[in-house]
């Protein structure tokens, strides 16, 4: 088993910048991948960004150059930092793990590529 705990979410004006900490513990050897997701009410739940075991990773096009996923592997925290924030930006924050053996992480896989969650944290961003 993994647990997943997020924090760090919050309130921002439109160009202001988060982030995003989760703090995991439990199985962790066993991760092939770690996500950060977002769903907005009404929509579906979308990857954000991930990060492979072997330290690869990969980012919404959405995103891409405005967030930035790492990895803490001595303290097992994975964050996601967010500049330039946009209102559309605006969502539930998830961290998942993926504790099956895979050889990539593909930025398009679905919720139900990742067995393990937190319980999210809200991002709301005005503007």
């Known amino acids: 088993q993994v647990q997943l705990v997020e924090s760090g979410g919050g309130s921002v004006q439109a160009g202001g910048s988060l982030r995003l900490s989760c703090a995991a513990s439990?199985?962790?050897?066993?991760?092939?991948?770690l996500a950060w997701f977002r769903q907005a009410p009404g929509q579906e739940r979308e990857g954000v960004a991930n990060v492979h075991a072997d330290g690869t990773t990969r980012h919404a096009e959405s995103v891409e150059g405005r967030f930035t996923i790492s990895k803490d592997n001595a303290k097992n925290i994975l964050y996601l930092q967010m500049d330039n924030l946009k209102p559309e930006d605006t969502a539930v924050y998830y961290c998942?793990?993926?504790?099956?053996?895979?050889?990539?992480?593909?930025?398009?896989?679905?919720?139900?590529?990742?067995?393990?969650w937190g319980q999210g944290t809200q991002v709301t961003v005005s503007s």
């Open positions: 439990g199985d962790i050897a066993i991760t092939s991948c």
């Open positions: 998942a793990a993926r504790t099956w053996y895979s050889s990539t992480c593909d930025i398009l896989a679905g919720r139900y590529s990742y067995n393990h």
